[in-house]
């Protein structure tokens, strides 16, 4: 591991640009995103066009067959000295993740830590050919090959851990990579890419901002051999079409509406406390956040008022702030979004436990909303059958073991799904019968690099992280030797 001192310092407050083929490269045009806690314009970045795109991606493919060619282990100590030096920028990468994500610091300097150790553990796995067959007569093998250029479309809710979460699989597996920020976070991304350009051979990394139009740049590219997508389901959709026209490789991660069901024999005390920031960390806007939280009746009253209780105490405040947990949407379309979603509390009646409809404050700026719980809304209630992405959710009623089961599996989303119970058992036995990507007992939105996630149905097609997602940037190659005529 290499000191602070080993690596060259970035500026974090000024000259953002694209990262390609290790240099720093403009465009006639720029934009800005926003701070969403206060609503100011934030610096300029480039505006990438066609142009731009056709040079990373030729740029990568030519770098493509010198990188494959290295080792696992060759390729690995690239991405361990990356961690090393992402590490020693970490300081401005945090107080720039504040401004761009509105993130308080607990939650910017979790991102940060994850991320740094994913890299570091994403840089020890690896995948082995797989010996099918070996008699006298043939030999029978499944390998795993690069593919080629790779591009990750990273969504602004976790702009570093969901970047970094696809550069060090493609990279490790023997891809190029170019990384493709949100327009409504485009910051550390460039910024990430300007530490790479300090340690991978040029072509590896590159990273372009953009606006809206710059996605659908790269789909139509006939060079990329694969898309990695995260963010909602719709749009989801429209890159799986984009990617037929040149049968690309994709792997989406979309969005979830995650069902959490509670028995009537857990610790309440203890459970909410747990389920509180699993619901609302990031103010709602997680995919694997807790999205639906189902309560066995003979405990409801308790467990609700001990939740209200827990999510009271939640302090809301700007990027960097200290002691906030919840920070503000991230940008204005989000924000629009979801107030549109509260607006529905006096339209339809909805019972509310704690928060509710946002009171306008003349001179406040920020895309800030008030943690707000549905009390048992009708099952068919848009808060129950959308996925907020917000600081609002339902809490729901239920007594029957196949009635909760189908409830929590009637969405088009299977993302995630946890059990809580004092019976391990009997709580297993339940989670198998979700229909989820990911699921968990006795506890939710827990991750780790050598496990994938992904989901089933809208929420996604493929897996990343983990052996899985390694393969995910891999072509299967069946290998057949035969030892006689």
């Known amino acids: 591991m290499g000191s602070a001192a080993d690596f060259p ?26 701070d969403p806690s206060t609503e100011e ?56 993740l504040m401004k761009e994500a509105g993130k308080p610091v607990s939650n910017a300097a979790g991102e940060l830590q994850f991320a740094i150790a994913h890299v570091r553990e994403t840089a020890k796995l690896r995948i082995e050919d797989d010996l099918i067959e070996d008699t006298e007569e043939r030999r029978a093998t499944v390998r795993y090959l690069p593919m080629g250029v790779g591009v990750g479309i990273i969504p602004w809710n976790y702009p570093v851990l969901l970047g970094l979460g696809k550069l060090g699989p493609a990279v490790l597996a023997g891809n190029t990579f170019i990384w493709k920020p949100s327009p409504f976070s485009p910051y550390t991304a460039l910024k990430l890419g300007e530490i790479a350009a300090q340690i991978f051979p040029p072509g590896i990394v590159q990273v372009l901002s953009g606006d809206e139009s710059l996605g659908p740049l790269f789909t139509a590219h006939p060079d990329v051999a694969k898309i990695s997508f995260t963010g909602s389901s719709a749009t989801g959709k429209k890159v799986m079409q984009a990617c037929a026209s040149t049968l690309k490789r994709l792997t989406l991660e979309l ?34 956040d807790i999205k639906r939280l189902y ?75 008030p943690p707000t719980i549905i009390d048992n809304p009708p099952d068919d209630s848009r808060i129950v059958v959308e996925e907020p992405f917000g600081p609002i959710m339902p809490v729901l009623k239920w007594s ?16 995630g799904a946890s059990v809580w119970s004092n019976d391990i058992e009997k709580a297993e036995r339940l989670a198998r019968r979700l229909e989820a990507g990911s699921t968990w007992v006795n506890s939710h939105f ?3 690099p050598y496990v994938p996630f992904g989901g089933h149905k809208w929420s996604g097609v493929g897996m990343d992280w983990g052996i899985v997602g390694l393969k995910g940037w891999c072509n299967t190659q069946a290998s057949w030797v035969r030892k006689k005529f």
């Open 9 to 34: 310092k970035i500026d974090f407050t000024s000259n953002f640009q694209n990262i390609i083929n290790n240099a720093l490269s403009s465009t006639p045009e720029t934009r800005q995103a926003v």
């Open 41 to 96: 314009l934030l610096y300029h970045v480039p505006l990438s066009k066609q142009a731009d795109v056709d040079k990373a991606v030729s740029v990568a493919k030519a770098a493509f067959p010198a990188w494959k060619a290295l080792s696992y282990d060759e390729r690995a100590g690239y991405l361990g000295r990356y961690a090393d030096a992402i590490e020693a920028n970490v300081s401005g990468l945090q107080e720039l």
């Open 255 to 288: 969005g979830g509406n995650d069902a959490s069901i509670i028995y009537d024999d857990v610790d309440v005390a203890q459970v909410v406390q747990k389920i509180g920031p699993m619901a609302f960390m990031h103010s709602g806007q997680i995919c694997m």
């Open 295 to 369: 309560v066995h009746e003979k405990i409801y009253d308790e467990f609700l008022a001990a939740f209200v209780q827990v999510v009271k105490s939640f302090k809301v405040g700007g990027g960097g702030d200290p002691e906030a947990f919840l920070g503000p949407v991230q940008n204005r379309m989000q924000f629009e979004k979801v107030k549109d979603l509260y607006s529905e509390i006096g339209k339809q009646k909805w019972q509310v436990a704690t928060g509710g409809e946002p009171v306008a404050c003349d001179g406040k700026k920020g895309f800030f909303l």
């Open 400 to 415: 029957d073991e196949d009635e909760v089961v189908r409830r929590a599996n009637n969405t088009n989303m299977g993302l």
């Open 446 to 448: 827990e991750l780790s």
